[in-house]
């Protein structure tokens, strides 16, 4: 091999370790998210025995109200967070992923937590407080949890 090729290799080989991380960011390497349909109403009910993912940590369902809510119920190591799927910077819909969502028009993230970690999100996605009962998570939309986080864990852009 001479010293042109091998550069040409070399360089090629490195290009393809850096996207490794890259993918992490990426739509393709979204989590695989099932659609769970409700009634509407400020009371949902997502049966757990439909959605084994929510039994284990990061397991994560999208929620999609009747009455045009859509909702990420996510399985944490303390219990169950819902968020709201709607990006608090214009309201599009963001993508769940492992750590995390992020927001397909203008690029902002939010950690699991759903703090808003970068991008022009100016607030957190809002929470709503849930629970189990029995085999079934309830979610109360009448208000937001008094857990949502209240600060970006570094300054949002607006
Ligand atoms: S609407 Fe989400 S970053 Fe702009």
Excluded at 20 to 27: F, G, I, K, N, Q
Excluded at 91 to 105: D, H, K, L, T, W
Excluded at 121 to 147: K, M, N, Q
């Amino acid at each position: 091999m001479d010293r042109r090729a091998f550069l040409q290799k070399t360089t090629r080989d490195a290009a393809s370790l850096l996207l490794v991380p890259v993918c992490a960011s990426l739509t393709s390497c979204t989590l695989p998210v099932r659609s769970h349909r409700t009634h509407g109403g400020p009371r949902m009910e997502i049966p757990l025995a439909r959605y084994p993912e929510l039994e284990e940590e990061g397991g994560v369902v999208k929620i999609l109200s009747a009455d045009g809510g859509v909702f990420f119920l996510r399985r944490t190591a303390s219990g169950h967070v819902c968020h709201s799927a709607l990006c608090t910077h214009q309201s599009c819909v963001v993508e769940a992923f492992p750590r995390g969502y992020e927001c397909p028009c203008h690029g902002s993230t939010y950690d699991a937590a759903g703090r808003n970690t970068g991008g022009p999100a100016p607030r957190p996605l809002p929470a709503y407080p849930s629970w189990r009962e029995g085999d079934v998570v309830i979610v109360d939309l009448r208000g937001e949890d008094a857990t949502t986080p209240r600060e970006p864990t570094q300054g949002g852009k607006s």
